[in-house]
């Protein structure tokens, strides 16, 4: 007590304060540089191949997975699966974290959607969610592109979306402080909305595209909101080359439905991110066909890209396989096997133009083994199947 | 998705047997109910839903049935007390020229006359705008961007009091 009484001390003891407060925040910058800087850590690769963990989740997954499987199998891709299944009925965590240290091992998975059992208690947390969140896979990207073959209302659509995945609305902070009365907590955090906002203009800039459109609820949610969006127009600075606009959800919603090609590449924070995503996958033909992919700075899965289990469809073979084999396709890009992602990607999207073929989302009565077959039809139709790589 | 069916009598003015109305409850989340109203929107019928998820689905539905020009709105409170709206913006750049949509607002007032039980006389006025907005003449400039035909809203106001007539 005394000694800290002495002024030579005190002086002494602040000076020491202040250097290890510079350190501090020269880390957290470091940090936040060096996360920014590196975004994909080289996946597993052993004599030539990769091992990516396969997860096949619930609904029409297990037999999806089946079929990316049988396709890689057919065309020779250098890949094993590491197949972690996942029980959705139980409490325990187990399965999930055997999930989570196998795509740690590996670096990257391909994975179908946990169902999330709502009749166990609220501290039961989704599956998927705690995935997403203890890989710290940041940005879940979904790319809705009007595909030849598939009609619909609009054409010409081109959309990539990019939603924020670790906090916002879903950071499970719910409590019941009256009976009743129920608060639930969304959280905004500058770094995150900062790190996703660079994310969105850098994809924008590697795929010469020319507008990022924020989409956020500031007007009302000024702080929350209002952070994001001055994230966002931080971000926007340092790329003067990329347009920057943003909107309101409930005027991006009504915009998508009457004119959604003035949208090029859309960022915001995850609510918004599930809503505006999901309907741009249905103005492109629905569920069925869009990939998505989640990437965080070291490792990154793929799934299809509105993550629906597809219970009413499970194992009736009716189920649309493009959505999951474009989802592998990136994959493919991921690991650097472009020739392979090239071959299977032209098969699919030369399959998908014969209307006889379309599965039943799609208004036909296709089953999904015809298109995988069709799929392999293609392939060997068009050369030999080892890539260079 | 859970569904329960509960059925619910109810006693129209306009109508002199009881209506039977079937309630169903569909258990879904925002995202999954978005791209099958985009996909078919015609197999949802009345929905209830938390106040963020109304502002965004209530103005992609005004998308889907051509903006927010023709979208009526009421807001309903406790012992009857509302106010019924067009939920369009103020639209400065053509105040007092005769050209705004007046459809918005007719129609939020036809829910005020029903909400007052006025039914005879919303259903007039109701049918009187469908088949003056069927009538491609009277088309006015729509406030998403613009109709190939438009003219002034004194005509179309007179077409419409004569369709009433």
């Known amino acids: 007590g005394k000694a800290v009484c002495c002024p030579r001390v005190r002086v002494l003891l602040v000076l020491l304060l202040r250097r290890s407060f510079k350190k501090f925040r020269a880390g957290i910058t470091t940090q936040i540089c060096a996360s920014l800087l590196c975004r994909h850590a080289p996946p597993a690769r052993y004599g030539g191949r990769h091992t990516v963990t396969l997860i096949p989740g619930d609904g029409i997954g297990p037999e999806l997975a089946k079929h990316v499987c049988e396709l890689f199998r057919f065309c020779c891709v250098p890949v094993d699966f590491e197949v972690v299944n996942v029980d959705s009925t139980k409490t325990s965590e187990d399965d ?58 609009h054409r010409n659509i081109d959309i990539i979306t990019i939603r924020e995945n670790t906090e916002g609305e879903y950071s499970s902070l719910e409590h019941e402080s009256v009976p009743g009365v129920v ?134 073979n009716t189920a649309n396989p493009t959505a999951m084999l474009l989802a592998s396709c990136l994959l493919l890009d991921h690991l650097k096997l472009h020739g392979y992602a090239s071959m299977i990607r032209k098969a699919i999207l030369s399959t998908i133009t014969d209307s006889q073929l379309h599965t039943a989302d799609l208004g036909g009565k296709g089953s999904t083994s015809e298109m995988v077959q069709s799929i392999m039809d293609a392939i060997q139709s068009s050369g030999p199947r080892t890539q260079r790589h | 998705m859970n569904a329960d069916v509960c059925v619910q009598r109810t006693r129209h003015p306009s109508r002199s047997s009881m209506a039977l109305i079937l309630f169903r409850a569909f258990l879904t989340c925002p995202d999954a109910c978005v791209f099958q109203m985009v996909q078919d ?86 049918t009187a705008c469908f088949d003056t907005i069927r009538d491609k003449k009277v088309r006015l400039k729509s406030l998403l961007g613009g109709l190939q035909y438009f003219c002034s809203f004194k005509s179309k106001f007179q077409t419409m009091k004569a369709a009433c007539l």
């Open chain 1, 96 to 153: 999930i974290n055997n999930a989570i240290m196998a795509i740690r091992r590996n670096g990257v998975a391909l994975k179908g959607n946990i169902e999330t059992n709502h009749n166990l208690p609220p501290s039961h947390k989704s599956r998927n969610s705690l995935l997403r969140t203890t890989l710290d896979l940041y940005a879940s990207v979904m790319h809705s592109q009007s595909l030849p073959g598939v009609r619909t209302h």
């Open chain 2, 41 to 126: 929107p015609t197999q949802f019928d009345v929905l209830v839903m938390p106040n963020l998820y109304g502002d965004i689905l209530s103005d992609l539905c005004a998308g889907l049935i051509g903006g927010l020009g023709v979208t009526p709105s009421g807001n309903i409170g406790a012992n009857g007390v509302a106010i019924f709206e067009s939920v369009h913006g103020t639209a400065p750049d053509i105040a007092g020229m005769d050209l705004a949509n007046p459809t918005a607002l007719l129609l939020s007032a036809v829910m005020m006359l029903r909400h007052m039980g006025l039914h005879d006389h919303a259903d007039k006025i109701q």
């Open chain 1, 183 to 316: 608060e639930c907590l969304k959280i905004i955090t500058r770094t995150k909305s900062l790190r996703i906002a660079d994310y969105a203009f850098r994809t924008a800039r590697e795929k010469g595209r020319r507008r990022v459109t924020a989409i956020h609820k500031a007007n009302i949610m000024s702080l929350g909101d209002g952070l994001f969006l001055e994230c966002c127009k931080e971000v926007a600075s340092g790329y003067p080359e990329i347009t920057f606009n943003s909107m309101i959800v409930d005027n991006t919603t009504m915009q998508l439905v009457s004119r959604p090609q003035q949208f090029d590449v859309m960022v915001m924070p995850n609510l918004y991110g599930n809503v505006v995503s999901n309907v741009c996958a249905g103005l492109v033909g629905g569920p069925g066909l869009v990939p998505g992919a989640n990437y965080g700075e070291n490792y990154a899965v793929f799934e299809t890209g509105t993550r629906n289990t597809g219970k009413s469809i499970a194992n009736r």
